[in-house]
């Protein structure tokens, strides 16, 4: 085993840093990212680089896809459209036994893979889904923790903006070797493994407490919501259809008919044009709703309050792709890759090992910050046991931000719930630690490849 190198070093004061800033001093986490970007900076003695790794981000698509995708979440949870979604999803499920709970965990991992937010989907859905499930059965504490699960699927999710931090890292370490459109379906088929564990374990609470279907006064007619709402069911198309596309056939008819830079270029025109186009339909649709209309009063009235939802999120992840550039330069993943290697971990044993880590660091900083700071290094240790560099990438939301909310003590899904649902600490607690444990299995199960992903 090699001696301990200075970049391990680096980054626990980065670490340090963060933690500082965003748990003493609750100041934002975008705080802390740039407070440690700029300590790096100067630690790394790069200080004439200071502006260039600043800027660098700003000439990045993938900054302003997640840009685009939040601005999406921020209109489409300000418009009727998400009722539409919501109601089309009770008059399928609702009916069944722990019917509140099917609806809670589909209509939220839904939403919150639009926002990429575990906590804000729980305070917007869960106002809802919630009470609603204790009517029907659900002890206060499952109730609360059946949401936050649900919504902590969210940043694992396309369109995440946590898939396309992750995505970054992927393409500092094999530039121009994945595309963007193969890790977005990677991603769907991790993702479709979590859904598979969410429902098992809600199967299992609802056989538990004999839960009952929601009431029949409360479920729609599944005819009348297609009728009264197919405009909107045709947003999910509309977002992931054209990555769908993109993924089928990107190598066989766009590189073919339009050379390798041309369909290069085609991915990236997908993923910045997919939001903003479902952005302006979704407001054409709900414009007979909207207050006032689409007038320019109006939407600059919308846009305005959505400074506040979006910029906070969008700083971070500037300042996360600043710190990737420092990274890069010096070639820190490389590094701490070759270390990790040196312990001779097998396969299993970082698939152990690494998920307890991040789920540990999930306690103090969010997952985006994770990816950020500990990325390039994850895949790095992955990729050197044999871990496909597209899988080991694609799992890194569902290992940090997926695990983030769930775990105190910065647990802010589950803080979020059990304030909605009046639920006591030490019961919510326990009840998460179950969903935590069982996420952690099944990451552990895909990366040793006993669970196979599908388009890895």
């Excluded at 496909?388 to 003590?409: D, F, H, Q, R, S």
């Amino acid at each position: 085993m090699s001696s301990m190198p200075v970049e391990l070093l680096y980054l626990f004061v980065l670490l340090i840093t963060i933690i500082v800033v965003f748990v003493f001093y609750k100041r934002p986490i975008y705080e802390g990212m740039f407070i440690g970007f700029v300590l790096m900076v100067l630690i790394l003695g790069k200080e004439d680089k200071f502006f260039e790794y600043l800027i660098k981000p700003s000439t990045n698509t993938l900054f302003y896809a997640i840009l685009a995708f939040l601005s999406l979440a921020f209109i489409f949870s300000k418009t009727s459209a998400i009722n539409y979604v919501l109601d089309f999803i009770i008059a399928i499920v609702g009916r069944f036994r722990g019917g509140a709970g099917w609806v809670s965990l589909i209509a939220s991992t839904f939403l919150a893979s639009m926002s990429g937010s575990g906590p804000g989907n729980v305070a917007a859905s869960g106002v809802f889904t919630i009470p609603t499930m204790i009517r029907t059965g659900f002890p206060r504490e499952a109730a609360a923790t059946i949401e936050m699960a649900a919504s902590s699927l969210g940043p694992m999710i396309p369109p995440s903006g946590t898939i396309l931090l992750a995505f970054g890292v992927l393409d500092s370490l094999f530039p121009g070797k994945y595309q963007l459109s193969a890790f977005w379906m990677a991603a769907w088929g991790i993702g479709i493994w979590f859904i598979i564990q969410r429902s098992l374990t809600l199967y299992g609470f609802i056989r538990t407490y004999d839960v009952q279907p929601m009431y029949e006064e409360e479920i729609p007619s599944i005819k009348d919501t297609v009728r009264k709402g197919w405009k909107a069911l045709v947003i999910p198309i509309m977002i992931i259809l054209p990555m769908l596309l993109d993924f089928l056939f990107s190598d066989n008819f766009f590189t073919a008919r339009l050379g390798e830079d041309g369909a290069k270029a085609l991915s990236s025109c997908v993923i910045l044009f997919t939001p903003g186009i479902s952005a302006i339909y979704t407001l054409i649709i709900s414009r007979d709703e909207i207050e006032g209309g689409l007038s320019f009063s109006t939407l600059f009235k919308m846009f305005k309050e959505g400074v506040s939802a979006v910029v906070p999120v969008a700083a971070t992840v500037y300042f996360a792709y600043c710190l990737s550039e420092v990274f890069n330069d010096v070639n820190m993943g490389a590094t701490l890759g070759e270390y990790i290697s040196s312990f001779n971990m097998s396969r299993l044993q970082l698939a152990i090992f690494f998920p307890l880590f991040t789920c540990f660091l999930g306690m103090f900083i969010p997952g985006s910050s994770q990816v950020a700071i500990f990325g390039v290094a994850i895949v790095s240790g992955f990729v050197a046991v044999g871990v496909n560099p597209l899988l080991a990438a694609a799992i890194l939301p569902a290992i940090t931000g997926a695990v983030e909310g769930m775990t105190p003590p910065l647990a802010l899904s589950m803080y979020t719930a059990m304030g909605i649902a009046q639920s006591g600490m030490k019961e919510t607690s326990r009840a998460a630690l179950l969903w935590v444990f069982f996420h952690l299995i099944t990451s552990i199960l895909i990366l040793v490849g006993v669970l196979p992903v599908l388009f890895v």
